[in-house]
């Protein structure tokens, strides 16, 4: 599991080296893993796209102003959730989108999560679209609006440096050296400056 400090500094650091990094998800005696494929940062402070920009606190952003490494699940069209952890010291609005995820544990009940069928089974079309956006991935992921708020250190939902750290085979493709790209946060047209703001991170 990332330490809390993993967590405590630069939102946009984190979001960068969250890449290649592991997503668990742990449920009904269940264990699911997927590598991170694609993170965007999100900065309240300054960043006209975060929920919480210049400090503004709801019900629904009071979580990002939780402590480090709290898990902060939000609804968007009132059907799909994204899945963020908190960044920065405690009270400053900040965190990581977990964007896109390529599954590495348990694949077949990811992909019934999300297309109610087994993975050799999907079609090309969802083998394409299987986990590239935040609300697909939490669908496969079984994460939802109940986690919103679950603190760091929690079994149920965490996020770890190396499948080896959970007792599972490491497949090739993860020992070769990461090529991660940056660019343009999706889907925040109306954020003025901000949508010109390079913090997404993507292999």
Known sequence: MLPQRFFEGNTVDAARSLVG???VRRYDGITLAARITETEAYIGRMDKACHAYNYRKTERTK???APPGTAYVYLIYGMHCC???VTE???EPAA???RGLSPRHNQDIIAENRFHCKCGDMT????KNFLNGPGK????????RRLNGLPHGSQALFLCGSLEELGL???AEDLKPLNIQAGKRIGIDYAEEAVDFPWRFYL
Do not use: R, S
Request: proline share 10%; glycine share 6%; aromatic share 14%.
């Open 21 to 23: 990094k592991y997503l």
């Open 63 to 65: 979580t990002l102003y």
């Open 83 to 85: 899945l963020n952890f």
């Open 89 to 91: 010291p405690e009270g």
């Open 96 to 98: 990581v989108l977990i």
């Open 124 to 127: 090309v079309y969802q083998k």
């Open 137 to 144: 991935l939490c669908a496969g992921m079984n994460i939802d």
């Open 169 to 171: 085979p490491v497949p």
